[in-house]
Every structure is written in structure tokens, then in C-alpha cells.
């Protein structure tokens, strides 16, 4: 299997498995951002057609990867590779677009077994990706590549001056698994907060903001020509 990532900077390849799991991650919160919001796409085509493209767009890039020849490569970027990061693309692009243009449901529809199933499962995958599989890929490749895990490495020491100009000494030492440590500790903190806040969005997901009530004696609202406008029934 190729490689699917590019090797235009020599950390990409080591950090491949991270890469790939932090967008995978960034794609299940688009997905699920587009799920809470209400559609507001017009679908170009019938719903067989849109699920027939799911099964369509592999075919074609499939069908094309056999057609370019094998030795075939961009920059140590093999052709394949970018096929097959374009057929991923082309469908998170279609799973959006079907999101974003599907049918609105009535909020008072009772959810399915089945709708309550997949739900549970793409949370599930979803939490795994963010607080399991992004973090220790994270860790992984602190300790294996920029060997962060070495305790014998500092950043600075107890004994050398604050901002090596100052004339005061740090008050501690700080070595590399304590800055990797606290990266992984932003990671966490940031995901927790998008958490709470998605799910606080998915509660609210179905409310209706209603307009204030018009207060008597407040002035008409007027137009930039100064003409006053009507209010709407």
C-alpha cells in the first residue's frame, strides 16, 4: 500500500498516523457541526443517486489508478496515493453535501433503534478518535521522533538565568516529557471544551429563537433612506 501522505517535509511521514487521526477527528466534528445545523442546501440529484455515489466515486478512482502507470509519481509522491487521497476527499465532500441538503425532520419524529444505534456507534468512534487515538499517536511520536521521552534533555534548568539575560535563575527545571506532557494536556482540555460545547449545540439543536416583542412607544425602525419600515406579521 502506498504511502498517502506527501514527504515535502521530513516530520509528515513519522507523524502519519497522527495526521490521519487528527482529520479523521476534524471530519467527524464537521459531520457532526453539520448534523446540528439545520440544511439549508438545495440537492442536486435524488437521494438513490446521491447513496449511489458513495459506491460510485471508489469505482472511478479505482478504475483510474489502473489506468496511470505504475512508476508514476509527482515529487516521491506517487499518483496512487494522490488518487486515493482525492477519492477520500471527494467523499467527506459528499457526505457534507448530503448532510447539508437533506430533508428537514420534524423535532416531535420518534428516533429509530436503528437511528439510536449508528448514533452510539459514530459518538463512540468519534470519543475514541479524540481522547484515545490522538493522544497516543501524539505521544508516540514525541518519544520516537523528537525524542521528547529523553528526561536527561532540557529546555532550561534551575541553574541558568531567566531568559539566559535575566539575572534571576528559573525556579525549576523543565525538561522535554514535561512539554510533552503538557501538549498532551492541551489536547485534552481542548477537546473536553468542544465536547461540552457540542453538546450543549445538539440539545438546542431543535430550538426557535423567537423574535422580542415590539415595545409600544419605541421609535419605528427606518431604512439607510429614512423611511420607516414595516413591521412584519
Request: contains cysteine; proline residues 8%.
Amino acid at each position: 500500500m502506498p504511502n498517502l501522505l506527501p514527504d515535502y517535509l521530513p516530520w509528515i511521514h513519522p507523524a502519519g498516523r497522527l495526521i490521519w487521526a487528527t482529520l479523521l477527528t476534524f471530519a467527524g466534528l464537521a459531520i457532526v457541526f453539520a448534523l446540528i445545523k439545520r440544511p439549508f442546501l438545495q440537492r442536486p440529484f435524488s437521494n438513490r443517486v446521491g447513496i449511489a455515489l458513495f459506491f460510485v466515486i471508489p469505482v472511478v478512482g479505482y478504475i483510474i489508478a489502473i489506468l496511470i502507470p505504475d512508476d508514476a509519481n509527482i515529487s516521491n509522491w506517487s499518483l496512487d496515493a494522490i488518487i486515493v487521497d482525492l477519492v477520500l476527499l471527494a467523499l467527506f465532500a459528499h457526505t457534507m453535501l448530503m448532510i447539508m441538503s437533506r430533508k428537514p425532520r420534524d423535532p416531535n419524529q420518534e428516533t429509530t433503534w436503528t437511528e439510536c444505534y449508528l448514533g452510539a456507534l459514530g459518538v463512540f468512534a468519534l470519543m475514541a478518535l479524540a481522547y484515545a487515538v490522538v493522544p497516543s499517536e501524539w505521544l508516540n511520536y514525541a518519544n520516537a521522533y523528537l525524542q521528547w521521552g529523553d528526561s536527561t534533555k532540557f529546555i532550561f534548568r534551575s541553574t541558568e538565568d531567566m531568559l539566559w539575560i535575566l539575572p534571576w535563575h528559573w525556579p525549576f527545571d523543565f525538561n522535554f516529557p514535561a512539554l510533552r506532557d503538557i501538549v498532551v494536556t492541551g489536547i485534552y482540555i481542548a477537546l473536553l471544551g468542544l465536547n461540552l460545547k457540542m453538546w450543549v449545540m445538539w440539545q438546542k439543536r431543535n430550538e426557535i429563537r423567537e423574535a422580542p416583542a415590539p415595545v409600544e412607544g419605541a421609535p419605528a425602525r427606518r431604512s439607510r433612506f429614512g423611511r420607516p419600515l414595516r413591521a412584519k406579521a
